[in-house]
């Protein structure tokens, strides 16, 4: 599955201002007093990650972004004086284990934990187990979609957008909105500790572009699915685009954001 620089773009300022304050705190505390710190970020996407953490972090970082999309690679940040960036092509799904051969400090990620099955998950678990690293997880979709007004349409396509998120993403069949808990049970289940938090986008009725874009996808989503009755779908997508294009339209969407710590080895 690939996603477009631009709706990355669209995106990350919605990803930031959602990202959960107190995960973050969290992810800096266990790195207070470092010198310096090596930072995995597992596909990286253009960066979204780095932007939003590497200010917050005194030590001297080193960062490997990890993502199979050249294009997005690309338009990933450079090393500066405080943080060297190394960029790395890599399929997550095909060669995950690669990505833990160097030594590193902290594993992070954001917005993928949805696209991955339950075996990938796993995966991710044991490579970051065996070796004691701390895991940060972002901006896991949760399956809460709340829209103002509200639509006689809403809950059916709601139901579908979580059906579609379970289909395969290139990692066999997607945890979708199952996925932040099932990776916290995973991690709680040996004995890290996790701290946790909702990270929900909140569109307000000036956020009209990410609202049109979100809404169209949505509904490609739905017609993809073939759960609903093409008309309904475009129905709906007409009703709530009016709502948006008049400014009347605001829309939750439920995230999750973790960071999980091995104990009593850190
Ligand atoms: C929703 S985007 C999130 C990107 C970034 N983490 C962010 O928050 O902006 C999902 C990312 O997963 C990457 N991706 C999807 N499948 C992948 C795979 N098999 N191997 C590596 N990266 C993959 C995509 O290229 C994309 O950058």
Do not use: I, N, P, R
């Given at each position: 599955m690939s996603f477009s620089a631009t709706w990355l773009e669209l995106r990350e300022p919605y990803d930031r201002q959602a990202r959960n304050p107190a995960v973050l705190d969290a992810v800096v505390a266990a790195l207070a007093g470092r010198s310096s710190v090596t930072i995995v970020d597992l596909a990286c996407g253009t960066g979204s990650t780095f932007r939003a953490l590497s200010p917050r972090i005194k030590a001297r970082q080193s960062w490997r972004l990890i993502d199979n999309d050249l294009s997005l690679l690309a338009r990933a940040p450079e090393s500066s004086a405080d943080a060297g960036v190394e960029t790395i092509p890599m399929d997550l799904n095909r060669d995950?284990?690669?990505?833990?051969?160097d030594p590193a400090d902290l594993i992070v990620t954001s917005a993928l934990l949805d696209l991955v099955s339950d075996e990938w998950l796993q995966r991710l678990v044991v490579e970051a187990a065996v070796r004691n690293l701390p895991v940060h997880a972002a901006?896991?979709?949760?399956?809460r979609i709340a829209f103002d007004p509200v639509d006689a349409g809403d809950a059916r396509i709601v139901a579908a957008i979580n059906a579609h998120q379970r289909?395969?993403?290139?990692?066999?069949a997607a945890l979708g909105p199952q996925a932040g808990e099932q990776a916290i049970k995973r991690f709680e289940r040996i004995n890290y500790a996790v701290v946790q938090g909702v990270s929900d986008w909140t569109f307000a009725p000036q956020d009209r572009e990410i609202q049109m874009e979100i809404l169209s996808g949505w509904a490609t989503a739905v017609r993809e699915t073939g759960k609903l009755p093409l008309p309904d779908v475009l129905g709906w997508l007409t009703r709530r685009r009016d709502f948006v294009a008049a400014g009347r339209s605001s829309i939750r969407v439920g995230h999750v954001d973790f960071f999980a710590r091995p104990t009593g080895t850190r």
């Open positions: 995950l284990e690669a990505a833990f051969d901006l896991s979709y949760d399956g289909t395969d993403k290139g990692f066999g």
